[in-house]
């Protein structure tokens, strides 16, 4: 069949070099963060154990405009100890996986890889997977994501066609993990995560208590009752899987001074302090990236109280705005 032969192309001994590379990924990780100080952290019961903090590679890679100045970014981020990137095949129609791959083509046993797919149709999608480890010059990743579920077509969607694709990867290989991210739906995520075999997630989850599910333009009397902290997270602990924070500053919406908002290193500090094993962060600028390393190595846990203190505060101020702002957002 068609879709045997793409598959063949593209696998290879993928099995024996995705056993060999991640072993070696994990030993680089711990010698990452006795050399630089980061934490890392379990990844669930994958056995990886990565840096607290990831590097977004998202939208604000983009920022970066120039790829000359973004493949800096990546090398510096590595230099400075962090060991998960995160990309997708989405990003930047593709460019933030051809970055990305410039840094693998050298130092893939430095990094755990993830990546996401997200097309819905089962030959698409694994056309596109092939063409985005051909773009991350590998012929594996550690982790591939399900990218952003929605609403209960949207699972519909996904389980009739890529998350076999997923599946099948992971049996054969490609990927050593599977995952499935959402910004906007904590509810449907929960209903994805009880129902299939993933390892990981990834979810929006900052001290606003960002979530959606079906009332994000309604009035919300409790906040965390409407977000991804209350609703997604207790199940994928559960489960045990491996849980990626992702908007911990609101793509820096919650980020200042004046009433309701917080500093970087508060904001990271609670995400931090969720049972996560890493916050994934878009840094924009090489300025934002040392500081967030530091913030990083220096982390300490939020006391419970203070967190509560500041996730009211907080989710007051932004949860309605932000809900609203993420309905129909893919980080491209």
Request: overall charge negative; proline content about 4%; charged content about 25%.
């Amino acid at each position: 069949m068609p879709n045997d032969l793409t598959r063949r192309r593209f696998l290879g001994g993928a099995v024996v070099a995705a056993t060999a590379c991640g072993s070696g990924s994990d030993r680089q990780a711990d010698a990452s963060r006795r050399a630089n100080g980061i934490p890392t952290r379990p990844l669930g019961q994958t056995g990886a154990s990565p840096s607290i903090l990831a590097m977004g590679c998202g939208s604000r890679l983009a920022m970066y405009q120039d790829e000359e100045k973004a493949v800096e970014a990546l090398h510096l981020a590595l230099d400075l100890g962090i060991t998960y990137l995160d990309t997708a095949q989405s990003y930047g129609g593709g460019n933030s996986e051809t970055w990305v791959g410039r840094v693998m083509a050298r130092r893939r046993d430095e990094v755990f890889l993830a990546t996401k797919v997200a097309v819905r149709d089962y030959d698409e999608a694994m056309r596109e997977t092939e063409k985005g480890l051909k773009r991350l010059q590998t012929d594996h990743v550690d982790l591939l994501h399900i990218h952003s579920l929605t609403d209960e077509e949207d699972l519909a969607n996904i389980e009739s066609g890529s998350l076999r694709v997923v599946m099948e990867l992971r049996d054969q290989g490609v990927c050593r993990f599977a995952g499935i991210t959402s910004h906007t739906h904590p509810d449907i995520l929960a209903t994805a995560l009880q129902r299939h075999d993933f390892d990981c997630t990834q979810m929006a989850l900052n001290a606003a208590k960002q979530g959606r599910s079906r009332n994000a333009r309604d009035p919300v009397e409790d906040a965390p009752e409407d977000s991804f902290e209350a609703v997604a997270l207790p199940v994928a602990l559960e489960k045990g899987m491996g849980v990626l924070a992702m908007k911990a500053t609101g793509q820096e919406s919650l980020v200042g001074d004046g009433p309701g908002k917080a500093g970087i290193g508060l904001l990271l500090q609670y995400a931090l302090s969720l049972p996560v094993t890493a916050a994934v962060v878009g840094m924009p600028t090489l300025g934002f990236l040392k500081e967030n390393v530091e913030i990083a190595r220096n982390f300490e846990p939020m006391p419970a109280e203070e967190m509560h203190r500041l996730s009211l505060e907080m989710s007051d101020a932004n949860k309605q705005a932000m809900d609203r702002h993420f309905c129909c957002h893919l980080d491209a």
